[in-house]
Every structure is written in C-alpha cells, then in structure tokens.
C-alpha cells in the first residue's frame, strides 16, 4: 500500500463511521449535551469538518468551502474563516444549533473530497516540508501536520460515538450496521 493510500483510506473508513454514527439521531439528539459544559454531537462533527476543511485550505492555499461554498449559512453561522470551534467558549458551544444529519454529513463529505484533491498533488519528499509560520514550532513540516489531523480525526469520532452510547446505551452500533 502506498502512503497516500494508506492516509485516505483512514479518511475514508472515517466517513462510514460517521454516516453510521449519525443515522437515525434527531435534531434534538444532535444537540443533546451530556453535561452543560460538553459538546453535543452535533457541534464535534461541525468542528471536525471545520477543521478539515480550515486545515486543507492552510495547506493548499485554496478557500474554504465554508465561505466558497456557503456552507455556514448552512450550519447558520458567520461567514467566519478562523470559526473552527478551537477557542469557542462554553457558551458558543451551548449556542452551537446542528442542522439535520444529513448536512453535517455533506460537509465532512465535501471537505473530505477537497483534502483528497490536496493529498493527491503531494509526494512524499513534500512531507518534509518545513513551514514558517505560527504553527511552524509544534508542527514543523506538512507530514506532522496530516498526522495530527488524522489522530484528530480519530480522537473526535470516538467522542462522538461516546455521546451516541450515552444517548441510546449499549447495541446502538448493532442498530445501525
């Protein structure tokens, strides 16, 4: 398997996941919090696909899809380039209002086909690259970069499965096979 291969097919199967984790939940399920101070499911996968698409865009130097495409109307939000959900407060978080399932899911789709567009211009000598700018001391070159998206994307599909185990409790997964 060659290593692009290999970082697409994590995105991939993320996706299948995802369409599993969110089929059948309601609007009122999407928002259900937990706890006041935690995030819904709704608001993890707006964020993760926030990110995706904030994150292809760094790298490519192409517009995000959130502005480009319109998708924050969507999702009834500013037209915000920096909006990610990285610094939103608690109360941005209790705020945060999820479309329907379907739309959360379109997003991470279509921001998953623009980093698959991006992915497929690099080579390998690209990872090395080293960056000069903010994030330049914590991730130093783009393959350190693509490996903290990936164990983002994981970290963040965990809690959103965790969330519909607290919703539904022990089989929902057997449900939705």
Request: with cysteine.
């Amino acid at each position: 398997m060659e290593w692009k291969d290999l970082i697409m097919q994590n995105f991939e199967n993320s996706l299948s996941i995802l369409e599993r984790t969110l089929k059948g939940l309601t609007q009122e399920d999407l928002n259900w919090q937990p706890k006041p101070d935690c995030n819904s499911i709704g608001w993890i996968t707006w964020h993760l696909s926030r990110f995706l698409d904030w994150g292809s865009s760094l790298l490519s130097g192409e517009e995000q899809l959130w502005i480009k495409d319109g998708w924050y109307g969507r999702f009834n939000r500013p037209a915000d380039p920096a909006d990610t959900g990285g610094r939103n407060t608690q109360e941005q978080v209790v705020a945060f209002q999820s479309p329907d399932a379907d739309t959360l899911i379109s997003y991470y789709q279509a921001a998953l086909e623009k980093f698959r567009n991006y992915v497929s211009t690099i080579s390998s000598y690209d990872l090395d690259h080293k960056y000069d700018d903010i994030f330049a001391q914590r991730l130093p070159t783009l393959g350190s970069r693509i490996n903290l998206a990936i164990g983002e994307l994981q970290q963040h599909l965990g809690q959103i499965g965790y969330i519909r185990g607290q919703l539904q409790g022990y089989g929902w997964m057997e449900l939705n096979r």
